[in-house]
Structures are given as structure tokens and as C-alpha cells.
């Protein structure tokens, strides 16, 4: 069982802040990195699918940077916002499985 | 409309009885993915497929089944020999081009 780790587990945001958390990773055998969100009552859905070293991906005002030698990825949100109240939660991807993480849960404050 | 469907959404059974939980997609995906969570934890896999009449176990298999017979359907099976039965079960899918998987509504069961 692969150790995926998300960092913190939960934080509370004012609403129009920006904040961002960690997800670190096995810096060996890397094939890609995925992140999702996870709403209350629904399906987690995809936000990202990284496989390159440096590489940026970004969704509206969600962003990701992932490092793969360091064996990290960060998830920034600009601007929270209610509606990205979630769990977000990465994934390592290995021999055509996905190692999850606990997930990091945002609560964004009104 | 493409997805996947998990039924029922919630299953109660007692101790000591096999359960069923139905997974099927129309997303004409290769793979298929049964996952666990508990409290506080990642999603842990349980079985998974990429081609029908093919399965491989995941991290926890111990106490579950699966059958994969036609490429939209990948039930679990909860069988009397799983210590913890009592979870939260989402099934997931994705083509064999890798990429994102796509999830499932899940299906809570009890087992008491």
C-alpha cells in the first residue's frame, strides 16, 4: 500500500481568501497524479491529471503544480468561494491503480 | 446521459449474510474500480477490472468478490468473511486510455 498524505486534514477559509494545501507522494515509479473534489451528497469528480515534472494545470480559479522528484503537489484556490466547499482529495497513480489520500476538507465561510 | 449507477443507496443486512452492491456504467469504459472508505481514511481499493473477465485484487480484497461478465457491470459482492463490512462503497470507471476516473453515487451499507 502505497503512502499518500494530504496536508492539513481540514481548514476553515473566509470567503474571497485564497488558501492552498499539500499532497506528497512516493518520489519513485511516478505515473501520474490526480486530483478531485469531492461535494457533499456527490461523486467525486476530477479536477487534474498530472504526469509531468513542473507541470501546472488550472480550472477556473483552481490550480495545481505538481514535483515529482520531491515526490509533492499543491492545490491552490483563488478567491474562495461557498461552492468550493469540499474534500479534495489526490491520488497517486501506479500500475494502472490509484493510491488515495485522506483528503483535505475546505470549508469556505461566508 | 453516460454515468455510472450504484444501487441501492443504502443497504442494511445482518451479521453473517453475503450482500450484493450493483455497479454499472453506459460510459463504455475498459476499467472498472470498487473502492472503501471509512471514516478519517482514503478511498482503499478493493478489486478492480480493465477488461471483462478479468479482475485483480486490491489492498483489502480479503472478504469481498467480484465478477466482471459483461464490460457495463462489476457487482461486489460483501461476503460473510469481511470483519468490517460496514462502509461507504463507490465503484468507478475509466477507458483504457488512463486518465480521470469517473465515480459512482456510492452505496452505504450497515451490517449489524
Known amino acids: 500500500i502505497l503512502n499518500v498524505e494530504q496536508s492539513p486534514q481540514s481548514l476553515h477559509v473566509q470567503e474571497g481568501d485564497s488558501t492552498n494545501f499539500t499532497c506528497s507522494f512516493p518520489s519513485s515509479n511516478f505515473y501520474a497524479l490526480h486530483w478531485y473534489r469531492w461535494e457533499t451528497a456527490k461523486s467525486p469528480e476530477a ?26 503537489s499543491y492545490l491552490y484556490i483563488k478567491g ?5 466547499s469540499a474534500t479534495y482529495l489526490c491520488a497517486f497513480e501506479d500500475d494502472y491503480k490509484l493510491s488515495f489520500g485522506a483528503g483535505t476538507t475546505v470549508t469556505v465561510r461566508a | 446521459d453516460g454515468g455510472i449507477t450504484q444501487s441501492p443507496k443504502y443497504l442494511f443486512r445482518k451479521e453473517g449474510q453475503n ?11 475498459d476499467a472498472m474500480y470498487w473502492y ?21 485484487k486490491g489492498d483489502i480484497a480479503e472478504g469481498y ?15 460473510s468473511a ?12 475509466r477507458s483504457w486510455d488512463r486518465g480521470e476516473q469517473y465515480f459512482g453515487p456510492g452505496t452505504r451499507l450497515t451490517v449489524t
Do not use: W
Not at chain 1, 501546472?56 to 522528484?69: D, H, Q, Y
Not at chain 1, 474562495?80 to 468550493?84: R, V
Not at chain 2, 450482500?19 to 469504459?29: A, D, G, I, P, R
Not at chain 2, 469481511?82 to 470507471?93: D, G, I, R
Open chain 2, 36 to 56: 472503501r472508505q471509512d471514516p478519517g481514511q482514503g478511498l482503499r481499493l478493493i478489486y478492480y477490472s480493465q477488461i471483462v473477465n478479468d479482475f485483480q
Open chain 1, 80 to 84: 474562495s468561494q461557498p461552492e468550493d
Open chain 2, 65 to 79: 468478490s467480484v465478477s466482471r461478465e459483461k464490460k457495463e457491470s462489476f457487482p461486489l459482492t460483501v461476503t
Open chain 2, 82 to 93: 469481511q470483519k468490517n463490512p460496514t462502509a461507504f462503497y463507490l465503484c468507478a470507471s
Open chain 2, 19 to 29: 450482500v450484493t452492491l450493483s455497479c454499472e456504467q453506459n460510459l463504455n469504459h
Open chain 1, 47 to 72: 479536477l487534474f491529471v498530472m504526469t509531468l515534472n513542473g507541470d501546472e494545470k488550472k480550472k477556473g480559479r483552481i490550480s495545481a503544480t505538481l514535483n515529482t522528484k520531491e515526490g509533492y
